[in-house]
């Protein structure tokens, strides 16, 4: 089946430790996109990739990076600068195309990061 | 983008329709509608989307007014399964591969 794997589920941290994200596509998207989400906000704009070896920073890429080496691949680290970590985090993937197609975004199942 | 603003929350009964307005009145003649939902502790999923007529698929109905300032998305007969957050966005058109802008959305809760 086609679709976006994120993993784990559930991490914890010690403050102070970088940690990585896994994100995985097999739907042959060109673009994808991390968000950050916590309790009752909107999701925001961490970073996004729209083809192998390039990403933009989003609203809120303080403290956090990224590679996307491989087209499948786009893994999050959060880094010690980043203030606040815990959350909830989002990767998604979407084409990109002369229409409105890359507005539909795909979505992970999400990592719920809690650093302690 | 055009901002858009939806009632924080809504109930609604198992079975009967489910209306949700957004209002998105600074939208300008080349941003479409979309719509996704959150169920709680998932990523959003994409429902539905239009530019200026109405639209309907497998998930619900997009309602999009003549002068295009208001949209309602309809689900025709909620179950249980569509208690989620529901978010409103207006996306440039060309934005492909570009950032969504998610609000508050509506939290929607249908009730047996």
């Known amino acids: 089946d086609g679709g976006i794997t994120q993993s784990p589920k559930y991490l914890f941290r010690k403050e102070g430790q970088n940690v990585t994200l896994s994100c995985e596509q097999n739907?042959?998207?060109?673009?994808m996109y991390w968000y950050r989400q916590d309790p009752g906000q909107g999701l925001r704009l961490i970073y996004y990739?729209?083809?192998?070896?390039?990403?933009q920073k989003g609203d809120i890429a303080e403290g956090y990076s990224v590679s996307r080496e491989k087209k499948e691949s786009f893994p999050l680290t959060v880094t010690s600068a980043q203030k606040n970590p815990t959350a909830f985090y989002l990767c998604a993937s979407s084409m990109v195309a002369p229409y409105e197609w890359g507005n539909e975004q795909f979505f992970g199942p999400g990592t719920r990061l809690t650093v302690l | 983008d055009a901002k858009t603003t939806q009632p924080p929350s809504m109930d609604c009964a198992e079975g009967r329709a489910a209306n949700l307005p957004c209002n998105h009145s600074t939208i300008s003649g080349n941003e479409y509608v979309y719509w996704y939902r959150q169920i709680h502790s998932q990523g959003p999923q994409y429902i539905i989307h239009?530019?200026?007529n109405n639209e309907t698929n497998e998930m619900a109905s997009l309602i999009i007014t003549e002068d295009r300032k208001s949209s309602t998305l309809i689900l025709p007969h909620a179950t249980l399964r569509d208690t989620a957050v529901y978010y409103c966005i207006v996306i440039r058109r060309g934005n492909q591969g570009g950032k969504l802008i998610f609000g508050q959305g509506t939290e929607l809760s249908v009730k047996p």
């Open positions: 990739s729209q083809i192998v070896n390039d990403f």
């Open positions: 239009g530019l200026k």
């Open positions: 739907l042959n998207h060109d673009a």
